[in-house]
């Protein structure tokens, strides 16, 4: 919260503010307002003295919320808006006007009040996402289980996750097979299959199956607890509005206290010096700046703890509002627009062979291979394999081994002759496959093309980018040129850049960034330099390496493309939201200046209009508390790679 609003210590947005001291403002706000009303009523009944009293509680409880603080600001050299309501009520005693200060006292504690839960209700959503760790969970530790508290838990031991359980920290499953829920992670709501080697994260659900999970980050350091870590950083990431409404708040206070001495000194010259000297007051409180203040902080929690939980990290106010003003965004390839897991896409065969045996016979030597193209061609295979004998690896050309007493060969073109399908290589390398031809006893049989596929969504993704929001496209990689037209083409983009160096990437946002703001989306280190650079970095978090995901304004926890569109209708959505709070904030105060240095308005009037604008604002920023998906729809159509619409409910 900006120290111009308050003017206080700045614990209010603070740890404290998610406990005591947020239900501490609201009771004496209560307690202030409950005093103020029964004082009115016994000015009405003509019974002053227990009116003077009521009225006297009411400034007490209620300026007990703010006094202190403005007192403490002015000791640290801070002139905040509770500075001038201090001035104002204390003015307004020494006039004898003892309601109008209870009138005072008590709307702007409970304006205060409303602050603190305002902050507090995004923040307890925030801070709730690592109540998702259980207090406690079983380790393994020989032949025994036992149950010690979560935080206890270190790096290298073996955590026994049973269904239904949460899984307390991160870890690679060491053995067992399960579904996790993990949409409170990541924003997947469909439940991500695991078995042996495959990573888990803290606060994941497990399902059906019994999982030992070997432990690689404590409690305290695993992704949920750096999600809320980054989040809670990035609160004092201010943006541009927020720079902007500190810029005027900051001044306009001590400005305020100066035009409020002026007009009671030179009325006081000029005329009555006690109805000037009111009017001072009242322009002292017309002026005040509290609303323009909270109007962006408020908005940027709200919207960045809606962000949170949908499975988005956004490290603070400048990258969303960055993101609101983006008019190009650039993605990478390999695990951006596809999912970096190759698969293979075509096989052919020669004649006399079938395309089962050219696949098997692959499979065969590549059955024990850690080749990265290895994998795709063994889930290729049907039916079970059996592993090729004598098997040698000639690294970056291919392999050889021994299938049922004959020598097989499976490598690039070069390595293994092309035959008659060198045409057909050609075909499927100008589409983007990477090609691997099989030898069996000196004769080519087949080949097998492979390519790291389009995402499923990102052709719908890339179409509401554009089509929605009114955004250039681009795609940067460091793949070849051959595979990334290929990819672009299927994801339906025109500017498709391939073949670049990390240095390249970063030389390409800078040109597009001359003809307007870029976001630039990836998540490999080659990425990095180019996620710094752009105006808006955004890294696709679970995949992403740690540099990239560092490097980046925000980190998408999901392994879906379709966040995206919608993070960009949350950043444009936080942003209006914004300026219709500035906006506001601003005209109250021009408007209520000349009115209350003419005398139309009094004090208690004045306060009241403050403190109902302030309402507004509060009220109008937590609209940014609604999900992602929530202002989009709860589902909708994206059509895939083919065109085909294809329904996405989000989490």
């Not at 607890?225 to 201010?238: G, L, P, S, Y």
């Not at 596929?453 to 250039?472: C, F, H, Q, T």
């Not at 983009?493 to 391939?498: A, L, N, Q, S, V």
């Amino acid at each position: 919260m900006s120290d111009a609003c308050c003017g206080g210590d700045g614990s209010a947005v603070g740890d404290d503010a998610d406990g005591l001291s947020g239900r501490w403002k609201s009771f004496a706000a209560g307690g202030s307002a409950l005093a103020w009303t029964l004082g009115m009523v016994a000015e009405f009944a003509d019974a002053s003295t227990v009116a003077d009293v009521a009225f006297v509680i009411a400034v007490i409880v209620g300026g007990a919320t703010f006094v202190p603080g403005a007192v403490a600001g002015v000791l640290r050299g801070r002139l905040g808006v509770a500075l001038l309501m201090t001035i104002a009520g204390a003015g307004a005693i020494a006039l004898g006007q003892l309601g109008e200060a209870a009138a005072l006292a008590f709307l702007f504690s409970v304006s205060e009040a409303l602050e603190e839960w305002a902050i507090t209700k995004s923040r307890r959503g925030l801070r709730a996402v690592l109540q998702l760790v259980p207090d406690t969970t079983t380790i393994r530790r020989g032949d025994d289980q036992i149950e010690v508290a979560s935080a206890d838990v270190v790096i290298g031991e073996v955590l026994v996750a049973r269904a239904g359980e949460r899984i307390a920290t991160d870890g690679v499953v060491r053995s067992g097979r399960s579904t996790l829920d993990v949409s409170t992670v990541t924003g997947e709501s469909i439940p991500v299959d695991v078995e042996e080697g495959d990573v888990v994260l803290a606060g994941s659900v497990n399902g059906g199956g019994l999982l030992d999970v070997l432990v690689t980050a404590p409690a305290s350091d695993s992704t949920l607890a750096r999600i809320v870590q980054a989040v809670e950083d990035a609160q004092d990431r201010t943006g541009r509005s927020q720079r902007l409404a500190d810029r005027i708040a900051r001044p306009l206070v001590p400005g305020i206290l100066i035009v409020a001495a002026a007009i009671a000194l030179v009325g006081a010259l000029l005329g009555d010096p006690e109805l000037w000297f009111q009017r001072a007051l009242v322009v002292l409180v017309a002026a005040s700046p509290c609303a323009f203040a909270i109007a962006v902080p408020v908005t940027v929690f709200a919207a960045i703890g809606a962000a949170t939980r949908a499975g988005v990290v956004i490290k603070g106010g400048a990258a969303l509002e960055a993101l609101a003003t983006v008019d190009t965004v650039a993605l990478d390839k390999t695990g951006t627009l596809t999912r970096n897991e190759p698969t293979v896409i075509d096989t052919i065969a020669v004649p006399g062979h079938t395309e089962t045996e050219v696949r098997a016979l692959a499979a065969a030597l590549e059955a024990n291979s850690d080749h990265p193209l290895a994998t795709a061609i063994v889930a290729a295979a049907e039916g079970p394999i059996t592993a090729a004998d004598d098997v040698h690896t000639l690294a970056g050309h291919g392999i050889t081994g021994i299938v049922d007493g004959a020598i097989v060969r499976v490598g690039k073109p070069g390595f293994v002759d092309a035959a008659g399908l060198a045409v057909d290589v050609r075909l499927l390398e100008d589409g983007g496959a990477t090609v691997v031809l099989v030898e069996n006893d000196g004769a080519t049989i087949g080949a097998i093309a492979i390519r790291d596929e389009l995402r499923p969504e990102a052709r719908g993704v890339v179409d509401a980018l554009r089509e929605r929001y009114r955004m250039k496209v681009v795609v940067l990689s460091g793949d070849n040129v051959a595979t990334t037209t290929a990819i672009g083409r299927a994801a339906g983009i025109d500017d498709i850049r391939g073949g670049l160096l990390p240095a390249d990437k970063t030389a390409a946002i800078e040109e597009l960034r001359a003809h307007g703001p870029v976001a630039m989306v990836g998540d490999g280190i080659n990425d990095a330099p180019a996620l710094a650079t752009a105006d808006v970095g955004i890294a696709m978090g679970i995949g992403g390496t740690d540099v990239a995901i560092e490097a980046a304004d925000i980190a998408i926890m999901g392994d879906r493309l379709t966040h995206l569109p919608d993070l960009v209708g949350h950043a444009r959505r936080t942003r209006t939201i914004m300026v219709q709070n500035l906006a506001l904030s601003g005209l109250i105060i021009a408007v209520l200046i000349p009115v209350a240095a003419g005398g139309l308005l009094g004090l208690g009037a004045v306060v009241a209009i403050h403190e109902i604008a302030e309402i507004v604002v509060i009220m109008n920023a937590l609209r940014a508390r609604k999900g992602i998906a929530d202002h989009e729809g709860e589902a909708h159509e994206l059509p895939d790679a083919t065109g085909t619409p294809r329904r996405v409910v989000h989490a």
